[in-house]
């Protein structure tokens, strides 16, 4: 392919307690990618991503980002790194404006010149956002509330962008919005893992993807093969 490996999991166990959540998964994201993760309920989705972002700990296997190994890096530093996560189900500051919000998403950075930057920039990609500067953080609707943690995570200015369930809950409108979203946000340099049970959208957006079944990567691959793959078909594209 000829990019360079931005993260490298390998062979990567965690358990919860006896439940053991992911049986030594391979996965790599290369420069400028976007990766799509996708699988059923329980597969281990999210938990692939909170071990990348430092939430859960690996019982084994590593993680490098940039070569760096960053298995035992505690959360708050992986933000630094340049990994931003997107959680599911949003997570916005509920009783914060949406200014305090996006300020938030800088709290690592010092830079004040850059960060009045990128909050000119989240705004203007964001214009609901921008209307909606003053309000707080509760009352926006799902899709507000979602644009607004992927701002949040912009704020970081994160060379790799770990987003789970982007169109959870959402009307299949603004599904279309938010991936037009998440690509653009490719398009200006920032390397997306894309965690979907959304698997046709996920299959459209990306070049790469895997598939998780119960702990394990059962299947990866070019999006566009895997979206033809009659397994692939059957079990996650409605036939
Ligand atoms: P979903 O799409 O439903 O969020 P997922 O593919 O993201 O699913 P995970 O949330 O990663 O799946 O869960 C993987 C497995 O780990 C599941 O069996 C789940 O019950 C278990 N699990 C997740 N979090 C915990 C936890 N904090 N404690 C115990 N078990 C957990």
Avoid: C
């Avoid at 850059?114 to 609901?128: A, N, S, W």
């Amino acid at each position: 392919m000829g990019v360079a490996t931005l993260l490298n999991l390998e062979d990567l166990n965690v358990h919860y307690g006896a439940i053991w959540a992911l049986k030594g998964v391979n996965l790599t994201v290369g420069e400028g990618e976007i990766v799509s993760l996708i699988g059923a309920n329980g597969a281990g989705k999210s938990t692939t991503l909170r071990a990348i972002s430092g939430v859960v700990k690996a019982s084994s296997g590593g993680i490098s980002f940039q070569g760096e190994d960053i298995t035992k890096v505690p959360a708050h530093d992986i933000v630094k790194k340049g990994i931003a996560q997107v959680p599911e189900g949003r997570r916005v500051f509920a009783n914060l404006s949406v200014l305090e919000n996006l300020e938030l998403g800088a709290y690592i950075r010092r830079d004040t010149r850059g960060i009045k930057r990128d909050l000119d920039d989240v705004l203007d990609r964001f214009p609901r956002l921008k209307e909606r500067i003053g309000q707080v953080a509760g009352t926006l609707s799902g899709g507000e509330q979602q644009m607004l943690a992927i701002g949040r995570a912009l704020m970081t200015r994160p060379k790799l962008m770990l987003l789970d369930e982007p169109s959870m809950g959402l009307a299949p409108l603004l599904v279309k919005e938010i991936f037009s979203i998440i690509r653009e946000i490719n398009e200006e340099g920032t390397t997306i893992l894309l965690v979907e049970q959304n698997a046709r959208m996920a299959l459209q957006v990306a070049s790469r993807a895997y598939v998780l079944e119960t702990g394990r990567i059962v299947l990866d691959g070019l999006a566009k093969e895997l979206a033809m793959n009659e397994d692939v078909k059957k079990a996650y594209l409605g036939g």
